[in-house]
C-alpha cells in the first residue's frame, strides 16, 4: 500500500496572507503534475463549525453536500481543485475537543488522566490520517498527496496543541512524507523602498522552536524578491534559495498557480516528499488563458448586490466567485456595487438622505439585481424594495435563499394586494405568512440544525429558463442552508396571480425555484448555487443571471450547457474535452457560450 504524503501550509507575521489560496494553488499544481490530491483545513477555534459564527468576524459559512458548515477556504480548494469535500475535512478545536471528551465518558482511555499531550495531539493526528484517506476526486481509493492548511498564525495561543500535533506527525510519518511550507510577508517601507526580511526570519524562528521546520518558504510581497534578499532569508531561515517562493501581488488569483509553477514550486515539493519524478509537467493551459482574458476584459456588466453585510465582501465570497466565473464566460469584465439593503429603506432617507440617494443611484444603474441569503430583520425591507424595483423595471433578478423569499413576500404585497404578508421569522403574528419555520427545524438550538447540504429539487415546468439553463434536466441536486420556507398554503394563489414555482423537492410540498415568466429574467431560488460553480463552470443560475444582464441571455440559453464553458466532444468534434484544451484545436462553435470556451482553447479574446 502506497504511503499518503502529507503537505502542510502554515502562516506567520500576520492573518490575511492567503494561506488559503496559496493551499488551494498547491493542490492544484499537483494534480496538474498527475497526482490525486485532497485537502484539509485546521481552524484552532473552539467552536465546533462555522455554522454560528458571525459573517462580520469570519466571512461567509461555506455549505458542502453532506450539511458541513465550513470555513470559506474549503470553497476555495473545492473551486481550484474541482472536489466534493466533507465535513471532517475541516478540523476545529471544538471538534477534537468534543471527539476527545465523548471517548472520556465512554470510558476509553481506562481511567488515565486526560490530557492535551498525548489525548488531544493523538485524536488530532489519527484525525488527519483517517480524513486524508477520504476519497474526494469521484474515483476509489485515497488521493496520494493531503495538503493541509493550519488556520492562524504562528504564536496564537489556540494553535499550541496542533502545532505540537503536526510536529509528532512529521516524525510518525517520517521524512520523505512530509512538506512544510510557510506563507510569511516581506514588506516594503515606503521609506526606503527595501524588503524586510525581520518579519519572516523572526516567524521562522518561532516556528522552529515549537518543533517544525519549513522545506519552503512563500513569501508574500508586492513584488517579486531580490535576489539579495533570497540569500538573506536563506542564510537565517535554513532553507535552501531554490526553495523561497515569491507571491507577489497580482490582477486575479488565477494567477497563483501559475506563480508557483514558473519558480518551479511543484520541483521542490517533489523533491521533500522524495518523490522519482514529476508524472506530468503542469502546463495548466487553461489557468493561463482563464487568467490572461479576465485581466484584458474591458465591457463591463454591473451587478448591484443587495445584502446586510456589505462591509465585509469575504461574507458574500462565493457568490463573487460565482459572478466572476460567469462574467468570463460571457466575455465581461464584472463590477460589483454593493448596495446596503438597510440604505434603501425609507428611515435612511429621514436619518441620512445622501446614504440613501447614493443606494438608489447605485440600484437604479445596475444591469441586474442579487439579493442573497442573509438571517435577521434588519435591511429585509430595503431587500423587498431591490425586488420590487427589478421585478417592475424588468431587470435581471436573482434571489438566493432569503433572496428568493423576500421576492415572494414582494409579489404578496404588490401583486395579490397582502399588505401585511411577510415571514414569520420578521412577524410571527402575521395573517398572511409568505414564509414559515419548517417543521423539522429547531427553535432552541441554532448549531447545525437548519436544513443543510445538498438536497434534489425536481423541475415542475418543462418550459421555463431555470430548466434551460440547467441543461433541459429533469432533477438538479443543490446545497441548501435555511430555516424558513415559503408557506405550501399561499402557493396556489402566488400561481393564480402569475407567480410559477418551476422548482419543488421530492414530496412537492417545499418550494426551490420560483420564476416570472413574462420577465426577462427574475428567478429566486432557496438553494445556494453559488457554492458549486466552479472556474470554467460557472453555476447556471448564476450564468444567466450575467446573460440577461449584458443581452445574451437567449444565447445562454440556446446553449444547452449546463453551467459549463467546456464545449462536449460531439460540438468540438474531437476525442476528449482534455485534449481539446490541452490541444487548442476545438471547432468554432456558434454561440456565446461556446464561443467563449472556443477562446479559451485557442489563446485569444474576441
Same mark, same amino acid.
Given at each position: 500500500?502506497?504511503?499518503?504524503?502529507?503537505?502542510?501550509?502554515?502562516?506567520?507575521?500576520?492573518?490575511?496572507?492567503?494561506?488559503?489560496?496559496?493551499?488551494?494553488?498547491?493542490?492544484?499544481?499537483?494534480?496538474?503534475?498527475?497526482?490525486?490530491?485532497?485537502?484539509?483545513?485546521?481552524?484552532?477555534y473552539l467552536n465546533k463549525d462555522a455554522g454560528t459564527m458571525s459573517?462580520?468576524?469570519?466571512?461567509?459559512?461555506?455549505?458542502?453536500?453532506?450539511?458541513?458548515?465550513?470555513?470559506?477556504?474549503?470553497?476555495?480548494?473545492?473551486?481550484?481543485?474541482?472536489?466534493?469535500?466533507?465535513?471532517?475535512?475541516?478540523?476545529?478545536?471544538?471538534?477534537?475537543?468534543?471527539?476527545?471528551?465523548?471517548?472520556?465518558?465512554?470510558?476509553?482511555?481506562?481511567?488515565?488522566?486526560?490530557?492535551?499531550? +498525548?489525548?488531544?495531539? $493523538?485524536?488530532?493526528?489519527?484525525?488527519?490520517?483517517?480524513?486524508?484517506?477520504?476519497?474526494?476526486?469521484?474515483?476509489?481509493?485515497?488521493?496520494?498527496?493531503?495538503?493541509?492548511?493550519?488556520?492562524?498564525?504562528?504564536? &496564537?495561543?489556540?494553535?499550541?496543541?496542533?502545532?505540537?500535533?503536526?510536529?509528532?506527525?512529521?516524525?510518525?510519518?517520517?521524512?520523505?512524507?512530509?512538506?512544510?511550507?510557510?506563507?510569511?510577508?516581506?514588506?516594503?517601507?515606503?521609506?526606503?523602498?527595501?524588503?524586510?526580511?525581520?518579519?519572516t526570519q523572526h516567524s521562522v524562528r518561532g516556528l522552529r522552536g515549537?518543533?517544525?521546520?519549513?522545506?519552503?518558504?512563500?513569501?508574500?510581497?508586492?513584488?517579486?524578491? $531580490?535576489?539579495?534578499?533570497?540569500?538573506?532569508?536563506?542564510?537565517?531561515?535554513?532553507?535552501?534559495?531554490?526553495?523561497?517562493?515569491?507571491?507577489?501581488?497580482?490582477?486575479?488569483?488565477?494567477?497563483?498557480?501559475?506563480?508557483?509553477?514558473?519558480?518551479?514550486?511543484?520541483?521542490?515539493?517533489?523533491?521533500?516528499?522524495?518523490?522519482?519524478?514529476?508524472?506530468?509537467?503542469?502546463?495548466?493551459?487553461?489557468?493561463?488563458?482563464?487568467?490572461?482574458?479576465?485581466?484584458?476584459?474591458?465591457?463591463?456588466?454591473?451587478?448591484? /448586490?443587495?445584502?446586510?453585510?456589505?462591509?465585509?465582501? $469575504?461574507?458574500?465570497?462565493?457568490?463573487?466567485?460565482?459572478?466572476?466565473?460567469?462574467?468570463?464566460?460571457?466575455?465581461?469584465?464584472? /463590477?460589483?456595487?454593493?448596495?446596503?439593503?438597510?440604505?434603501?429603506?425609507?428611515?435612511?432617507?429621514?436619518?441620512?438622505? &445622501?446614504?440613501?440617494?447614493?443606494?438608489?443611484?447605485?440600484?437604479?444603474?445596475? $444591469?441586474?439585481?442579487?439579493?442573497?441569503?442573509?438571517?435577521?430583520?434588519?435591511?429585509?425591507?430595503?431587500?423587498?424594495?431591490?425586488?420590487?424595483?427589478?421585478?417592475?423595471?424588468?431587470?435581471?433578478?436573482?434571489? /438566493?435563499?432569503?433572496?428568493?423569499?423576500?421576492?415572494?413576500?414582494?409579489?404578496? #404585497?404588490?401583486?395579490?394586494?397582502?399588505?401585511?404578508?411577510?415571514?414569520?421569522?420578521?412577524?410571527?403574528?402575521? #395573517?398572511?405568512?409568505?414564509?414559515?419555520?419548517?417543521?423539522?427545524?429547531?427553535?432552541?438550538?441554532?448549531?447545525?440544525?437548519?436544513?443543510?447540504?445538498?438536497?434534489?429539487?425536481?423541475?415542475?415546468?418543462?418550459?421555463?429558463?431555470?430548466?434551460?439553463?440547467?441543461?433541459? #434536466?429533469?432533477?438538479?441536486?443543490?446545497?441548501?442552508?435555511?430555516?424558513?420556507?415559503?408557506?405550501?398554503?399561499?402557493?396556489?394563489?402566488?400561481?393564480?396571480?402569475?407567480?410559477?414555482?418551476?422548482?419543488?423537492?421530492?414530496?412537492?410540498?417545499?418550494?426551490?425555484?420560483?420564476?416570472?415568466?413574462?420577465?426577462?429574467?427574475?428567478?429566486?431560488?432557496?438553494?445556494?448555487?453559488?457554492?458549486?460553480?466552479?472556474?470554467?463552470? +460557472?453555476?447556471?443560475?448564476?450564468?444567466?443571471?450575467?446573460?440577461?444582464?449584458?443581452?445574451?441571455?437567449?444565447?445562454?440559453?440556446?446553449s444547452g450547457l449546463e453551467s459549463q464553458e467546456k464545449v462536449n466532444?460531439?460540438?468540438?468534434?474531437? +476525442?476528449?474535452?482534455?485534449?481539446?484544451?490541452?490541444?487548442?484545436?476545438?471547432?468554432?462553435?456558434?454561440?456565446? /457560450?461556446?464561443?467563449?470556451?472556443?477562446?479559451?482553447?485557442?489563446?485569444?479574446?474576441?
Amino acid at each position: 500500500m502506497k504511503k499518503m504524503k502529507y503537505v502542510l501550509v502554515t502562516g506567520g507575521v500576520v492573518s490575511g496572507l492567503g494561506k488559503g489560496v496559496t493551499a488551494s494553488s498547491i493542490g492544484l499544481l499537483l494534480k496538474e503534475c498527475g497526482l490525486r490530491v485532497t485537502s484539509i483545513k485546521i481552524d484552532p477555534y473552539l467552536n465546533k463549525d462555522a455554522g454560528t459564527m458571525s459573517p462580520f468576524e469570519h466571512g461567509e459559512v461555506f455549505v458542502l453536500d453532506d450539511g458541513g458548515e465550513v470555513d470559506l477556504d474549503l470553497g476555495n480548494y473545492e473551486r481550484f481543485l474541482d472536489v466534493q469535500l466533507t465535513s471532517d475535512n475541516n478540523i476545529t478545536t471544538g471538534k477534537i475537543y468534543q471527539f476527545v471528551l465523548d471517548k472520556e465518558r465512554k470510558g476509553d482511555y481506562l481511567g488515565k488522566t486526560v490530557q492535551v499531550v +498525548p489525548h488531544i495531539t $493523538d485524536a488530532i493526528q489519527e484525525w488527519i490520517e483517517r480524513v486524508a484517506m477520504i476519497p474526494v476526486d469521484g474515483k476509489e481509493g485515497p488521493a496520494d498527496v493531503c495538503v493541509i492548511e493550519l488556520g492562524g498564525t504562528i504564536g &496564537d495561543i489556540e494553535s499550541m496543541p496542533f502545532i505540537e500535533a503536526l510536529g509528532q506527525f512529521s516524525c510518525r510519518v517520517g521524512v520523505g512524507n512530509f512538506c512544510l511550507i510557510h506563507v510569511s510577508l516581506v514588506p516594503v517601507l515606503n521609506v526606503v523602498g527595501e524588503q524586510k526580511t525581520k518579519p519572516t526570519q523572526h516567524s521562522v524562528r518561532g516556528l522552529r522552536g515549537l518543533g517544525l521546520t519549513p522545506n519552503i518558504l512563500a513569501c508574500r510581497s508586492t513584488m517579486a524578491l $531580490d535576489d539579495n534578499v533570497k540569500e538573506k532569508l536563506s542564510q537565517f531561515c535554513h532553507v535552501s534559495a531554490e526553495h523561497i517562493i515569491t507571491l507577489y501581488d497580482v490582477p486575479n488569483i488565477w494567477h497563483i498557480p501559475l506563480l508557483l509553477r514558473d519558480q518551479k514550486a511543484h520541483e521542490a515539493i517533489f523533491k521533500v516528499l522524495n518523490l522519482p519524478s514529476i508524472t506530468e509537467e503542469p502546463s495548466l493551459m487553461e489557468w493561463t488563458t482563464r487568467a490572461a482574458i479576465c485581466d484584458k476584459l474591458h465591457e463591463p456588466v454591473r451587478i448591484a /448586490i443587495v445584502g446586510k453585510y456589505t462591509g465585509l465582501s $469575504d461574507t458574500y465570497l462565493s457568490i463573487l466567485k460565482a459572478l466572476l466565473h460567469a462574467s468570463v464566460a460571457c466575455g465581461k469584465k464584472l /463590477i460589483v456595487d454593493w448596495v446596503p439593503a438597510s440604505d434603501l429603506e425609507d428611515m435612511t432617507e429621514i436619518e441620512n438622505l &445622501d446614504a440613501y440617494k447614493a443606494a438608489w443611484k447605485l440600484l437604479k444603474s445596475a $444591469d441586474g439585481v442579487l439579493v442573497p441569503g442573509g438571517f435577521g430583520d434588519r435591511g429585509v425591507q430595503g431587500k423587498i424594495l431591490a425586488a420590487k424595483h427589478a421585478r417592475e423595471n424588468r431587470i435581471p433578478f436573482l434571489g /438566493i435563499c432569503l433572496g428568493m423569499q423576500v421576492a415572494v413576500i414582494e409579489f404578496a #404585497r404588490s401583486v395579490l394586494g397582502l399588505k401585511d404578508a411577510n415571514s414569520t421569522e420578521f412577524d410571527p403574528s402575521t #395573517r398572511n405568512p409568505c414564509v414559515i419555520f419548517m417543521p423539522e427545524g429547531s427553535k432552541t438550538h441554532k448549531g447545525g440544525t437548519m436544513r443543510l447540504g445538498s438536497r434534489r429539487t425536481h423541475f415542475q415546468v418543462s418550459d421555463c429558463k431555470s430548466v434551460k439553463l440547467y441543461g433541459n #434536466r429533469r432533477f438538479i441536486d443543490e446545497r441548501h442552508r435555511h430555516r424558513y420556507e415559503v408557506n405550501p398554503d399561499m402557493v396556489a394563489r402566488l400561481e393564480n396571480a402569475g407567480l410559477s414555482f418551476t422548482g419543488k423537492d421530492q414530496t412537492g410540498q417545499r418550494m426551490e425555484i420560483i420564476e416570472l415568466p413574462d420577465h426577462p429574467y427574475y428567478i429566486g431560488v432557496q438553494f445556494h448555487p453559488e457554492f458549486k460553480s466552479r472556474p470554467g463552470k +460557472p453555476s447556471a443560475l448564476f450564468l444567466g443571471l450575467i446573460g440577461a444582464a449584458c443581452g445574451q441571455l437567449n444565447a445562454v440559453l440556446q446553449s444547452g450547457l449546463e453551467s459549463q464553458e467546456k464545449v462536449n466532444c460531439e460540438t468540438v468534434n474531437c +476525442p476528449s474535452n482534455k485534449k481539446a484544451y490541452q490541444n487548442g484545436y476545438a471547432t468554432k462553435p456558434t454561440n456565446i /457560450i461556446t464561443d467563449a470556451v472556443y477562446s479559451y482553447c485557442n489563446g485569444v479574446h474576441s
